[in-house]
Every structure is written in structure tokens, then in C-alpha cells.
């Protein structure tokens, strides 16, 4: 059962673990005397946190020892690691030029403690140090329940240090939360490229161009999902992405995927600098390369040449973006490219309305213009960085 865990980075956190040791100690029914030699070894835990890892934290919990309790106490750092550590708790002199805290060392801690465990190396120090409360293991809930009160008696009564505990803990979540979301990004990275593989082998071996065609489509939009995870990564802020860098990069895979031998085609970008939230900047993007991908299968059939043109703009409260190409156009009585019951068109409507926008598409009879618009408020829009 966990009491409570802080964080050691400074003196000053050094006095709160005095304070908090104490409370817990008394609660779990030790003498004066035992209580003061445990908080001893937790300040001089604690020093060590502070001189020698360069910050840690440390964690007070009761867990279960063969009917009884033992007040657990795990002390973490990430520091350099401790050479030889058979050596020092064997009673070594110290260091060089190291700090002896209180004195004590390793060795002292052990003789105090009931048992304890040291886990060092060059990525960190893991110290776990028992001591045994001669408290009932059936005990553990009311103990808890005691010491979990007085500690938030003591917060109450110290509001500058509770607030400043709940910062702490604020930014602890949040680094986990950038570490997790670093971890997703690596793997979607590694999984989108395993599939791009797959289909790049599967379209090789195909003797069905049919296939072969459904294959390479797949492909190019994995190709542009990927592109805007790396430049996700890559941004100083996961929360928004600069949109011009994302539409490039997806106009230029277009580009590589549709040009042949027989056939060139020219993709243009342009338009304001503007930052959109990262979900935002993700859904305009991958509906701009459908459209992309759309104009090169189908505007400029039997030609040598064809050119796209992307652009984005912002007046007036809206964000839109047009892709238009100058292929051969939308025949009189053709269906309205918008309407397509078509997987692409689909995404195109979903992401649009995701995102409160509209599509509307426009032919003269010599290509064809979509325009993408959107409401401000809706995109976390702001100027690139």
C-alpha cells in the first residue's frame, strides 16, 4: 500500500521528508527512539538523492512481511550509479571529493534498517529499505487510512507546500504524457513503415494491375500519413503543426507516385503561413493528398503533362484550402465529384465536416477546382512559428 511518494530535488525538500517521515513513522507505532534512527536513515536516503543522483524520489508504503508490516521505503535516482557498492556498504571510505551527508553512508542505513536492497548502475540507484512495525499485516487499511489523514492535515496547514507538491505532480504527469505520446509516435512511425513494405513487396509480385493500382494508392496514403507523423515529432509542440510544410510534403509524394516515363506531373503549393492544432493540420492535409491523388488517376488521362495547383488561404474568419487542377474537366453529365459514394470522397466529407467545414467543387469545362473552408474556431488556428 503506497503512503505517499515525494519529490527530492532540493534542501528544502530534504526538511518536508523530516516532517513527513516523522508522521508516518509515529503512525505506524514506532518508539521514539526507533522513530528518530529511521528518520535518519530517510534524510540521509534522501541527501544522497539530492548530492550524489542529482534529484529522485522516494516512496513510503506498508506492504505485508509474514503476517506483519514492514514500512517499505524505495529511494530512486538517475544518477551515475554507486562504484562498487559491495565496497561501501562493506564500510569503504568515501568517495573523492563525495559529500558524506550525515555520515552514515549505505552502511548506516543498512544497520538501521531491517533489510535492504541497492540496484545501481550507470542509468540510476534504486535503494529499498524495510523496517518492520511489529504491526498486524490485518492492520494495513486502518494504518493507511491514519497516516493518508495526518498527511493531509499537514498540507492543509502548509498551503504554499501543497501547492507546491501539486505543481510537482502536474509536471510529472505531464513529462509522462510527452514520454507516452513520444512512445506512440515512435511505434506508429515503425508500424507504418513495416505496412508500406508489405505493399510494396505485395504490388511487385502482383500480375494484376488492377491490383497493382489499388496497392500503390494504399501506399501513397500511408506515405503521406507517415510524412505528417515525422513532422509531428519533429515540431516543438505535438498540440500544433505549421500546415504549408505538411501540404508540400504530401504535394511531393503525389508527385513521385504519379510521374512516369510517359507522363509528368507538376504539383505547386503555396499560400499563408499558418499553425493549426496537430489533429487539425493531420485531417486538412490527408484530405488535401486525396485530392491530389484523385486529380492525377483521373485529370489527365492521355496527356504527358499535368499540373495541380494547392492553396491556402485566410480572410474573414475562414481558413480555405483549394486544390485545382487543369486536366480535362468534369463533363456536363457527370456525377458531382463530391457526391461520390468513392472511399476518398468519403474521407474527404468526414474529415470536413469533423472540423465544421464545407466542399465545394467548381469545372469550366478545362479542370477542376474543390475548395476546402473552415471556421476558425474550429482548427486552433494561429500564424506558423
Known sequence: MRLTTLKIEADQDIVRLRVVGQEVARHCGFAKFAETRIVTALLELGRNIVQHGGGG??????????????????????????????????????????????????????????????DSGAEGTRILARFSTRRAATEAAAIGAQIGTALAAMRQADPAAMLAQQNRELLDAIEERDMLMAEVHHRTKNNLALVTGLMRLSRASSQNEETRQVLRDLELRVKAITAIHERLQRASSADSAPLLPLLRDVADQTRQAFSTPDQEIAVAVTGEPLSLSGNA??????????????????????????????????????????????????????????????????????MTQKHGGFVRTSSGGTGLTVELGFGDAQLGLGPAA
Open 57 to 118: 524520489r522516494m516512496t513510503l508504503s506498508l506492504e505485508p512481511q509474514a503476517n506483519r508490516l514492514d514500512l517499505v521505503v524505495e529511494a530512486i535516482d538517475q544518477g551515475p550509479g554507486i562504484p562498487d557498492v559491495e565496497a561501501r556498504l562493506a564500510g569503504a571510505d568515501p568517495l573523492p571529493g563525495k559529500a558524506e551527508g550525515l555520515g552514515l553512508g549505505l552502511r548506516g542505513v543498512q544497520r538501521i534498517a531491517d533489510g535492504m536492497e541497492v
Open 281 to 350: 493540420a493531420t485531417d486538412l492535409a490527408l484530405a488535401a493528398g486525396e485530392l491530389m491523388t484523385n486529380a492525377c488517376k483521373h485529370a489527365f488521362a492521355g496527356r504527358e503533362k499535368g499540373r495541380l495547383h494547392v492553396s491556402l488561404s485566410h480572410e474573414n474568419g475562414m481558413l480555405k484550402l483549394t486544390v485545382s487542377d487543369d486536366g480535362r474537366g468534369l463533363a456536363p453529365d457527370m456525377e458531382r465529384p463530391e457526391r461520390s459514394d468513392s472511399l476518398g470522397w468519403r474521407m474527404i466529407r468526414t
